[in-house]
RNA sequence: GGCGUCGUACCCAAGUGGUAAGGGACAGGUCUGCAAAACCUUUAUUCAGCGGUUCAAAUCCGCUCGACGCCUCCA
C-alpha cells in the first residue's frame, strides 16, 4: 500500500506525510491531524476564486479521512480588517451586525457546494487574549517596538525570517514604492502586529501594549494557538498568502513561542475565469449565487471546481460549466443502471476484482499529492469496466450492491456522485398528468399510430419535458 | 530588475526517463416504429519551437518563443 505523500511549500519537495512528525507502522495509530485553512475575510460574499482554496480544503479533510485519519480541521472567518470596519460604517452597522450576515451567506455557500462540515470556524474577533498572548511574549523576547502606539516585529531580529518565500534569494527591485501603509515603519518589510485606532469610532480592544485592532497576519497565529495548541501538522492557503502572511505567521509564532510552528504548508494555486483574471469589469467575478441564478447547478461548480490538480492554474468557464452535465449524467445513468440490472447472471468475481482494483488505484493516485484528475480518470475507468460487465452478463444483485458502496466509498472524497440538488425536487410539474399521457402514448405505439404518439410526445417536449423510451418502459425529464 | 510556475488532440486535463490516462465534442456501431437517451468502438507516430545528454525524453540539460504568479493586507 502506498502513502500519501504531499508537497511542501516550506520545503519545495514533496515528503511522506507524517502527522505529529513520528512515523507510525498504521494510519491509525497516528494522532489527529490538525489542520489550519484561512478562510475568507466576511465582508462581502466569497467569489468563484475563494471557493477554488476552499473545495481544496474540502477534498484535503475528506481524502485524509477516507485514508483513516482523524481530522481536526479550521477554517478561520476574517471578521476584523479595514474592508469589514469600513463596510460596516457605511452600513450604519456594529462591525459584529455585519460580518455575521456574511458568515451566514458564506455557510451558506459551504451547504450549497456540499462541503464536509469542519471541527471549527473561529472569528478573529474572538481570539484577542490569545493575540495579546503572543504580543506579550514578542516584546518580552525583544522582538517588537512600538510607533506611534503600534506595534511591529521587527525581522531584523528573526534569523530565520524568509524560509517559506525564498526571500533570502530576492532583491528588491529599486525604486518600488514598497508600501504606502498609514503606519511608519522602520524596515519596510516589517509588519504590524497590534494597529493603533485611526479614530475613535473605530472597533478596539485593549491590551496590555495599549488600545487598538489586530494587524492582519496576528489572528491565524492566535487561533492556532488557541485551538492546538503547539505545532500543527497542515496549513492551507491561496498562493497569494505565501508572502507576506504566513511567512509572518512563522516569525511571530515561531519567535513568541519557539517551537515549531506548522510542519506541511500546502498553497493553491489561484483560478482564471474564461481565460484571465477574474474581474469585476470584465464580469467575471462570480460568487456562487451568480452562478446559481444562471442557472448552473452547484453540483457542476464543485465538480469542475474539484477537478484541476490544485498546484495547477485552472480556467474557469461558463462553456466548461456547461460540458460538465454530460459526464454527470454519465454518472448518474450509472447509478440508475445499477438498480435496474440487479437481476442479471454474471459471477461476481470480476465485479469483485474490478471494484478492489478501483479502490487501490484511487489510493495510489491520490496518495500522490491528492492527484485528483488521475482519481477522476479511475472512476471513469471503473464505470467503463462495470458497464461492459453489464452489456456482456449482467450483473447480480450482489454485484450491483458491491459497486454501489465502491461508489459511496469514493463519493465520500468527491461529494458530488450523490449530490442532493434540492433543485430538481421543488418542481411544479403535475407528474400524474405525464404519466397519463405517457400512458396514452404507449397504447397509441402498440396500435401503430405513430403520429398520435409522436404528438405527445412533442407536446410535452415544448413544455420542456423530454420522454426517453426504454427497455423498461418511458421514462421523462426536465429538459 | 529579482525569485518562480506553466505551455500535452477541437476544448478541459493526467502522465515527470521506458514508448501518450480520463472527460467533453466529433465519427461509426448496438438498441429503437422513428427519435432521444444509454451503452460499445474509434480518435495525438506525438507532448510550444530548436539543439543536446541517453540504448531510450512529453519527462533531464541549454537556448528561443508564448502565458502567468510573487516581490503592494488579493484565495
Not at 166 to 188: A, C, F, P, S, V
Not at 270 to 296: C, N, P, Q
Not at 399 to 425: E, P, W
Request: proline share 2%; with cysteine.
Amino acid at each position: 500500500m502506498s502513502t500519501l505523500k504531499i508537497y511542501n511549500t516550506l520545503t519545495k519537495t514533496m515528503e511522506e506525510f507524517i502527522p505529529g512528525g513520528v512515523k507510525k507502522n498504521r494510519i491509525e495509530d497516528y494522532p489527529e491531524v490538525s489542520i489550519y485553512s484561512c478562510g475568507p475575510t466576511v465582508y462581502n460574499f466569497a467569489h468563484i476564486g475563494n471557493f477554488r482554496t476552499f473545495t481544496f480544503n474540502d477534498m484535503l479533510r475528506r481524502y485524509l479521512k477516507f485514508r483513516g485519519y482523524k481530522v481536526n480541521h479550521t477554517l478561520n472567518l476574517t471578521d476584523v480588517d479595514d474592508k469589514t470596519i469600513n463596510g460596516a460604517k457605511a452600513e450604519n452597522k456594529s462591525l459584529k451586525e455585519y460580518t455575521d450576515r456574511f458568515i451566514e451567506f458564506f455557510k451558506e455557500d459551504l451547504k450549497t457546494l456540499n462541503f464536509d462540515e469542519f471541527e471549527h470556524y473561529p472569528r478573529a474577533t474572538e481570539s484577542i487574549p490569545e493575540m495579546a498572548d503572543i504580543i506579550d511574549r514578542l516584546e518580552k523576547n525583544g522582538f517588537t517596538y512600538e510607533k506611534d502606539n503600534s506595534i511591529y516585529f521587527s525581522i531584523a531580529k528573526w534569523d530565520h525570517y524568509g524560509q517559506l518565500s525564498e526571500l533570502d534569494k530576492r532583491e528588491i527591485q529599486t525604486g518600488t514604492r514598497y508600501d504606502t501603509d498609514e503606519y511608519e515603519k522602520d524596515d519596510i518589510r516589517d509588519f504590524v502586529l497590534w494597529k493603533a485606532p485611526k479614530s475613535e469610532d473605530e472597533p478596539q480592544w485593549e491590551i496590555n501594549q495599549g488600545s487598538g485592532r489586530p494587524g492582519w497576519h496576528i489572528e491565524c497565529s492566535a487561533m492556532i494557538r488557541k485551538i492546538y495548541g503547539t505545532t500543527i501538522d497542515i496549513h492551507t492557503g491561496g498562493v497569494d498568502l505565501i508572502f507576506p502572511h504566513h511567512e509572518n505567521e512563522i516569525a511571530q509564532s515561531e519567535a513568541a513561542y519557539g517551537e515549531k510552528f506548522v510542519r506541511y504548508w500546502m498553497h493553491v494555486k489561484h483560478l482564471f475565469v474564461e481565460g484571465a483574471k477574474m474581474s469585476k469589469s470584465k464580469g467575471t467575478f462570480y460568487t456562487i449565487r451568480d452562478l446559481v441564478e444562471k442557472g448552473y447547478s452547484p453540483r457542476s461548480i464543485r465538480y469542475l471546481l474539484f477537478s484541476a490538480h490544485y498546484r495547477k492554474q485552472l480556467n474557469f468557464t461558463l462553456a466548461g460549466l456547461d460540458s460538465i452535465k454530460q459526464p454527470l449524467a454519465r454518472i448518474d445513468n450509472f447509478v440508475a443502471r445499477l438498480k435496474l440490472t440487479a437481476e442479471g447472471c454474471s459471477s461476481d468475481d470480476e465485479i469483485v476484482s474490478a471494484s478492489g482494483k478501483f479502490i487501490s488505484s484511487f489510493i495510489e493516485t491520490m496518495d500522490d499529492d491528492l492527484n485528483i484528475s488521475g482519481a477522476l480518470g479511475n472512476l471513469f475507468d471503473y464505470i467503463h469496466e462495470i458497464n461492459s460487465i453489464i452489456d456482456q452478463t449482467g450483473i447480480t444483485e450482489n454485484g450491483s450492491r458491491l459497486v454501489y458502496d465502491t461508489l459511496k466509498k469514493a463519493d465520500s472524497v468527491f461529494g458530488f456522485i450523490f449530490f442532493n440538488d434540492s433543485k430538481d425536487t421543488n418542481t411544479d410539474i403535475d407528474a400524474e398528468r405525464i404519466e397519463k399521457m405517457i400512458a396514452e402514448r404507449k397504447e397509441a405505439k402498440a396500435a401503430k399510430n405513430f403520429a398520435a404518439a409522436d404528438s405527445i410526445r412533442d407536446a410535452l417536449l415544448s413544455e420542456g419535458i423530454i420522454l426517453e423510451d426504454g427497455k423498461d418502459g418511458t421514462t421523462w425529464k426536465r429538459k
